[in-house]
Structure formats: structure tokens, C-alpha cells
């Protein structure tokens, strides 16, 4: 895996990414806009880090692969939202927005290396 990450590593990354996502958005302003894709970005996030589990846990490699291909589409769903999401003007919610796409780049990429590895 891409800088040496183990699958532990992984599993804690993908559950603090999940829950820094949901720290974030308590935190945005009420809009009807935000409100749905609020809604959206929760659910990705978390779904990065539940099919990350069952990768870990697969039954066979095409299991595995699909899991993982999962992941790096649910990696790419999280950074839209986070891109579309009116973060307001505080300075704290922006960087803290920048962060969070960020994190869901760097996971899709390394998805996409366990994916071109074990391909």
C-alpha cells in the first residue's frame, strides 16, 4: 500500500475522516442546499469507512477489489460534497473544508494504488 499504510492503519484513518466530517458539518451554516448535501457527504464518508471494513474482512480477492473500488468511489462522492458545500465565511470552517477534500483526495489515491497493485 502507498506510503507504507497498513490495513489498521487504513481502518483508523477511514473512521477518523468519517468522523471529522461529522465534527464539520455542525458547524455550517442552516441553507436548504447545505441541508442536502450535508446529508449526502455524512452518508459517503461513513460508507468509506464501512467498506473499508468489509475489504479488511473480504471473502476473496474479487471481493476485495470491489470493496476497495467502493471506497475510492465513495473517497471521490465525499470531496464533491465537500467541494459544493457553503462552508460559510469563518476562516476555521474553510481550512477545515480544504482538510477534509484534501483527506478524501489522499484516500482515493491510495485506494486507487491498492487497486492497480492487487489488479
Keep these: 500500500m502507498e506510503g507504507g499504510a497498513k490495513p489498521r492503519d487504513l481502518k483508523d484513518r477511514t473512521f477518523r475522516f468519517a468522523e471529522s466530517v461529522r465534527s464539520f458539518v455542525k458547524q455550517l451554516p442552516r441553507t436548504i442546499s447545505n441541508t442536502e448535501d450535508v446529508r ?13 471494513i468489509e475489504a479488511d474482512e473480504a471473502l476473496s480477492k474479487k471481493d476485495f477489489l470491489m470493496r476497495v ?12 460534497f465537500l467541494r459544493l458545500i457553503d462552508a460559510g465565511l469563518t476562516k476555521a470552517n474553510l481550512a477545515a473544508r480544504e482538510g477534509l477534500a484534501a483527506e478524501a483526495r489522499e484516500l482515493t489515491l491510495i485506494f486507487s494504488s491498492i487497486i492497480s497493485k492487487s489488479g
Design 40 to 52: 449526502q457527504l455524512v452518508r459517503a464518508s461513513g460508507s468509506v469507512a464501512a467498506n473499508w
Design 69 to 80: 473500488k467502493i471506497c475510492r468511489k465513495e473517497a471521490k462522492e465525499s470531496r464533491l
